[in-house]
């Protein structure tokens, strides 16, 4: 989810909304119609999902970043949440760990209402969350970042793992295929590596739930094959995995079931081959990425 973009997405739904306000004295058009018919369909109870988001939206000023959107990620899946640049996913999940409240709308973890709750509350609860920007201590090996990361006040399922923080930082590691590297410095990781560490600091706070932003950006063919490879074990272990992305690549194989958004509001959700096939998804992204 990156930001490069975020004033072209702007610039898009500024038109966009001039295009509504033209319509407005004939009606929404058809391609405005269909999101708001699939989000009208829509409706989650608490205990749908492990995550479920009811009519969410968040304003800035003026600016509709997410709008009604809601969806239920369901325990042991593994969910692709996909839209262009600017459609509102970093927004949403923002509004999920805690990062600020929803302008709007319930977040429910685990049947619990937790709308609004700090992000250090939403990790307690079991949701762990990556980034595309890596923010590693550069100062500290590799063992030293996911041991900084650990939460003891937690019971550490993982695994079972016992002992000492650096024995478990240790386990992480290995987890994650960082196992012979433990004692470089970050900077010394390339990309994959970053994105291993990434995943072992997340891991380290024993999560249910699991956020991975833009996984596959950047790493080569083979490197995706591997990162889909370690994504999927750690679901047969028991997580929940939400993948974020603007484009499919890589997802197909991955996911069991993807939402894509436009606009901040739903505008598909289903298989990756029925998101594929959809006309709305492939006109959103106007041909390129799926
Ligand atoms: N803190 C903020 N203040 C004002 N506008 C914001 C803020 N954060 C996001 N926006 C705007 O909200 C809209 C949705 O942005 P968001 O970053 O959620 O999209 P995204 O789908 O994650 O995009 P990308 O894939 O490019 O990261 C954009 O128009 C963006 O400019």
Same mark, same amino acid.
């Given at each position: 989810m990156s930001t490069e973009s975020n004033a072209d997405a702007t610039n898009d739904r500024a038109t966009n909304e001039a295009q509504t306000d033209e319509s407005e004295p004939d009606g929404p058009t058809t391609a405005e119609r269909?999101?708001? =018919?699939? $989000? $009208?369909? %829509? $409706?989650?109870?608490?205990?749908?999902? !492990?995550? &479920?988001?009811?009519? &969410? =939206?968040?304003?800035? +000023?003026? !600016? *509709?970043?997410?709008? %009604?959107?809601?969806?239920? &990620?369901?325990? +042991?899946?593994?969910?692709?949440?996909?839209g262009p640049n600017g459609?509102?996913?970093? =927004?949403?999940?923002?509004?999920?760990?805690?990062?600020?409240?929803? =302008? $709007?709308? *319930?977040?429910?973890?685990?049947?619990?209402d937790v709308t609004g709750t700090a992000a250090h509350g939403m990790v307690k609860r079991g949701l762990a969350r990556t980034f595309q920007s890596f923010r590693p201590l550069e100062d500290r090996s590799v063992l030293d970042n996911v041991a900084l990361a650990l939460t003891p006040d937690r019971l550490f399922s993982l695994s079972g793992f016992r002992g000492g923080l650096r024995e478990q930082a240790r386990a992480i590691c290995e987890r994650v295929g960082l196992g012979d590297r433990t004692e470089l410095s970050p900077s010394e990781l390339p990309h994959a590596g970053l994105l291993r560490l990434e995943l072992a600091r997340a891991l380290a706070t024993d999560p249910d739930l699991l956020l991975i932003d833009e996984p596959f950006a950047g790493l080569s063919g083979g490197e995706v094959e591997d990162v889909s490879g370690l994504l999927t074990e750690l679901r047969e272990e028991g997580l929940t995995l939400v993948v974020v992305d603007h484009n499919m690549r890589g997802l197909l194989s991955l996911i069991d079931r993807a939402i894509v958004i436009r606009f901040g509001s739903k505008l598909a959700s289903g298989t990756p081959e029925e998101i594929r096939a959809n006309e709305e998804v492939q006109e959103a992204y106007l041909g390129g990425g799926l």
């Amino acid at each position: 989810m990156s930001t490069e973009s975020n004033a072209d997405a702007t610039n898009d739904r500024a038109t966009n909304e001039a295009q509504t306000d033209e319509s407005e004295p004939d009606g929404p058009t058809t391609a405005e119609r269909e999101p708001q =018919t699939e $989000a $009208a369909s %829509d $409706a989650y109870g608490p205990d749908d999902g !492990l995550l &479920v988001l009811q009519n &969410v =939206t968040k304003r800035f +000023g003026g !600016l *509709t970043a997410v709008d %009604d959107l809601s969806f239920a &990620v369901e325990e +042991g899946e593994i969910l692709g949440f996909i839209g262009p640049n600017g459609a509102g996913k970093s =927004t949403t999940f923002n509004c999920v760990t805690g990062v600020y409240p929803p =302008t $709007a709308g *319930t977040v429910h973890y685990d049947g619990e209402d937790v709308t609004g709750t700090a992000a250090h509350g939403m990790v307690k609860r079991g949701l762990a969350r990556t980034f595309q920007s890596f923010r590693p201590l550069e100062d500290r090996s590799v063992l030293d970042n996911v041991a900084l990361a650990l939460t003891p006040d937690r019971l550490f399922s993982l695994s079972g793992f016992r002992g000492g923080l650096r024995e478990q930082a240790r386990a992480i590691c290995e987890r994650v295929g960082l196992g012979d590297r433990t004692e470089l410095s970050p900077s010394e990781l390339p990309h994959a590596g970053l994105l291993r560490l990434e995943l072992a600091r997340a891991l380290a706070t024993d999560p249910d739930l699991l956020l991975i932003d833009e996984p596959f950006a950047g790493l080569s063919g083979g490197e995706v094959e591997d990162v889909s490879g370690l994504l999927t074990e750690l679901r047969e272990e028991g997580l929940t995995l939400v993948v974020v992305d603007h484009n499919m690549r890589g997802l197909l194989s991955l996911i069991d079931r993807a939402i894509v958004i436009r606009f901040g509001s739903k505008l598909a959700s289903g298989t990756p081959e029925e998101i594929r096939a959809n006309e709305e998804v492939q006109e959103a992204y106007l041909g390129g990425g799926l």
